[in-house]
């Protein structure tokens, strides 16, 4: 089964700190994603990486940015948090070849309160 | 106008009934259509996949897709309690693999 974890499951923050969170996927998956998901606008893609060391903005990306330095590892960084940034995000990875081709498989989530 | 539209609900039925969640989208590109079953504080999780147009079935679940009238649905038979969850219906085109969600549907499905 591929599995996706998230650093943490629940994490306060004050504005203004800088904030890691990481994805780690078990299945060699080339492609990883950042969301938020916030209600009422659903899943906005942040930042995606479609190999080691590339990234490419989605819709959000204003505020965040992300590292990418090993293929299962994907790190979501809040340079400045915000209280607009109080979310929960999701990562998610996606296999490209095999019976599970184009399936997006996600972690559980982090919930992000910024005080 | 949005390129994925869904019904937010809530939409509560009792249980045994048949539910139908629907999702309209404006992008005829689209060729891969998802259902997420997301439970509360927890990521969303694939129930179904289709390529293309037609229907698929598994267990309980049948997706349709509807490429003419640009409309997806899920149809979930004899719902459960254990149902009851947000169900997010995804899309992406050839070439991508980028999707774009609808809102979501709460689903609550009453003992």
């Known amino acids: 089964d591929v599995k996706v974890t998230q650093s943490s499951r629940y994490l306060v923050k004050r504005t203004g700190e800088k904030v890691f969170l990481e994805c780690v996927q078990d299945?060699?998956?080339?492609?990883m994603f950042w969301y938020r998901q916030d209600p009422g606008l659903g899943l906005r893609l942040i930042y995606f990486?479609?190999?080691?060391?590339?990234?490419e903005k989605g819709d959000i990306p204003e505020g965040y940015s992300v590292s990418r330095e090993k293929k299962e590892r994907f790190s979501l960084i809040l340079e400045s948090a915000s209280t607009n940034q109080t979310s929960m995000y999701l990562c998610?990875?996606?296999?490209?070849?095999?019976?599970?081709?184009?399936?997006?498989?996600f972690g559980p989530g982090t919930r992000l309160t910024v005080l | 106008q949005k390129e994925v539209e869904q019904d937010p609900g809530p939409l509560s039925v009792p249980e045994g009934a048949i539910v139908s969640l629907n999702c309209t989208y404006s992008n005829s590109a689209f060729q891969y259509f998802m259902w997420y079953r997301q439970y509360s504080r927890k990521g969303p999780e694939l129930l179904m996949y289709t390529y293309s147009s037609g229907n698929k079935e598994d267990g309980r679940f049948t997706a349709q897709v509807d490429k003419s009238s640009k409309y997806i649905s899920l149809f979930i038979r004899d719902s459960q309690p254990s149902d009851s969850a947000t169900y997010l219906c995804a899309m992406s085109t050839s070439g991508t693999y980028k999707y774009i969600f609808g809102t979501g549907t709460r689903l609550k499905v009453l003992a």
């Open positions: 998610a990875s996606i296999a490209t070849s095999g019976s599970s081709y184009n399936e997006q498989f």
């Open positions: 299945m060699d998956h080339e492609n």
């Open positions: 990486s479609y190999d080691v060391k590339m990234k």
